[in-house]
């Protein structure tokens, strides 16, 4: 699994970097206001070293992280959510705050002041990238094998499992993919690995991954992304493949899927 995370070139930085020449000082203000205006000046000046520099100032729990968070919730098909704007625009802001975050995760930050689970600003992510103007794939496949890289991959973290799930789906949306016998071997390892923890820490939850601690019910806004799965046109892929990406999809979506 690591000689196959190393060879998609990881890289914490470049999504973020990419991102943040997208993103207007007016953005950035849209954010920093997002906890009702509270202390709006301290958030926006932090919130413009990170895209400029791509870097935060200790502490960082509260600036900018504090209004990051609530922007990585935000729904922007939703026009009525707030905070956060809607359309294209709310898709650059979340997509910058989902990505800002899960930077955070790895050294030398190790943040962990967030209560939602990593994997919520990863699904974000995944589906704000789909609806950008440019394709950021491949910097966001780079960003979450440094994010596995970094992560124990034989521990008990539930959390690397969902990196494993967005790593599958983005990599089968590559202009050039890699190797059906590397797709699989990540399937592989996703359900092994699914498989240990279920065993090991069972939840409240009788569901595949998504109930492995039973911390929240479904639905899980991972569960669109399995449906997501069961459609993929893979016909230019091994059967193995299909039939790998077909079963998780399936599982995440819920067994009651036919």
């Known amino acids: 699994m690591k000689n196959f995370l190393v060879s998609l070139k990881p890289d914490g930085e470049q999504l973020l970097t990419e991102i943040s020449k997208h993103v207007t000082d007016d953005m950035l203000e849209e954010i920093a206001l997002a906890d009702?205006?509270?202390?709006?000046?301290?958030?926006?000046?932090?919130l413009r070293q990170l895209r400029d520099t791509g870097t935060f100032v200790e502490p960082m729990h509260w600036y900018p992280c504090e209004v990051l968070e609530l922007i990585r919730n935000s729904e922007p098909e939703n026009p009525s959510w707030k905070p956060g704007s809607a359309g294209l625009r709310g898709h650059w802001i979340r997509g910058f705050a989902c990505a800002a975050l899960l930077r955070a995760l790895g050294p030398p930050w190790e943040y962990k002041g967030d209560p939602a689970q990593p994997s919520f600003n990863l699904i974000q992510l995944i589906y704000s990238l789909r609806v950008l103007p440019i394709d950021l794939t491949f910097?966001?496949?780079?960003?979450?094998?440094?994010?596995?890289?970094?992560?124990?991959?034989?521990?008990?973290?539930?959390?690397?499992?969902?990196?494993?799930?967005?790593?599958?789906?983005?990599?089968?949306?590559?202009?050039?993919?890699?190797?059906?016998?590397?797709?699989?071997?990540?399937?592989?390892?996703?359900?092994?690995?699914?498989?240990?923890?279920?065993?090991?820490?069972?939840g409240g939850f009788d569901r595949w991954l998504l109930g492995i601690f039973g911390n929240e019910p479904p639905p899980s806004p991972w569960?669109?992304?399995?449906?997501?799965?069961?459609?993929l046109n893979l016909d230019n892929h091994q059967m193995q493949l299909q039939e790998w990406v077909k079963l998780i999809g399936s599982e995440l979506a819920g067994k009651s899927v036919s």
Do not use: C
């Open 36 to 46: 009702y205006g509270q202390d709006e000046e301290q958030h926006l000046a932090m």
């Open 139 to 202: 910097q966001a496949v780079q960003m979450v094998a440094w994010l596995m890289l970094w992560s124990d991959l034989d521990g008990t973290d539930e959390q690397v499992l969902y990196y494993g799930v967005g790593l599958l789906w983005l990599t089968l949306h590559l202009n050039h993919p890699p190797h059906d016998r590397d797709l699989v071997g990540l399937s592989e390892w996703i359900v092994r690995r699914e498989s240990e923890l279920a065993q090991r820490l069972p």
């Open 223 to 231: 569960e669109p992304l399995g449906l997501e799965f069961r459609k």
